[in-house]
């Protein structure tokens, strides 16, 4: 139990689906983030979330779309995905912004678009 | 801009002494974060340096070279369950924008 949860831990996807994944901490944190895994390529940072507000989307495509409704849940809701989308989703979450900040992940969801 | 390197992958014997490197080049330094992921987990923090010199915790030991942008991660008394991948990152401008390394898969070996 790492104090941050998320849901699925699988999902396998037809590029015409929609699916959500959840994350939810109980580690009361204000910041919560969204990266990318994949295959032998660094962590990507996707979203970030502070209080609820995004402060950051690293370029990513329209085809994901996060949603924080409070500090303890984030979604990233999925749409017209593409092959290459298949990856690690890692949610993870921070006491704060700070560079020393440590950040606590998920197991993640294990993403496959077919 | 920032770029990180690591070596993709080592393997070292249950008992000894492994040191995974990382090398860095950051527009600003705000400190450097190491991780370990076992397969199919979630990543775990082991340490951050911000400022040059060695910091130890139990078996782990953080070095860093702020001058040489060079980071070291060194196992002592390697077990079997080190066996994971180390990730090297350093955040700029807050933790918004932290640039991870590929990770370092270790393999350790009976």
């Given at each position: 139990e790492t104090g941050v949860t998320q849901t699925p831990r699988h999902l396998v996807m037809g590029m015409t689906n929609k699916k959500s994944l959840k994350c939810e901490q109980h580690l009361g944190h204000n910041a919560m983030y969204w990266y990318k895994q994949s295959a032998k390529k660094p962590l990507e940072l996707m979203f970030v979330y502070n209080f609820k507000e995004q402060t950051e989307n690293n370029s990513v495509p329209s085809r994901f779309s996060p949603e924080c409704p409070n500090s303890s849940h984030l979604f990233l809701h999925l749409h017209t995905?593409?092959?290459?989308?298949s990856a690690l989703y890692l949610c993870a979450s921070s006491q704060g912004l700070r560079e020393n900040t440590e950040a606590f992940f998920g197991q993640g969801t294990r993403l496959t678009v077919v | 801009g920032q770029n990180i390197d690591q070596p993709t992958e080592m393997t070292a014997t249950e008992g000894a002494i492994v040191q995974i490197n990382c090398t860095y080049q950051t527009s600003g330094f705000n400190g450097l974060f190491w991780y370990q992921q076992h397969a199919g987990e979630a990543p775990t923090f082991l340490s951050y340096n911000v400022l040059d010199g060695l910091e130890e915790k139990g078996r782990f030991s953080s070095f860093l070279s702020r001058s040489k942008g060079y980071s070291y991660l060194l196992l002592k008394e390697l077990q079997m369950k080190d066996s994971a991948s180390y990730l090297c990152a350093c955040p700029s401008g807050g933790y918004q924008k932290v640039t991870f390394g590929t990770g370092t898969k270790l393999q350790v070996i009976p």
């Open positions: 995905l593409q092959p290459e989308d | -």
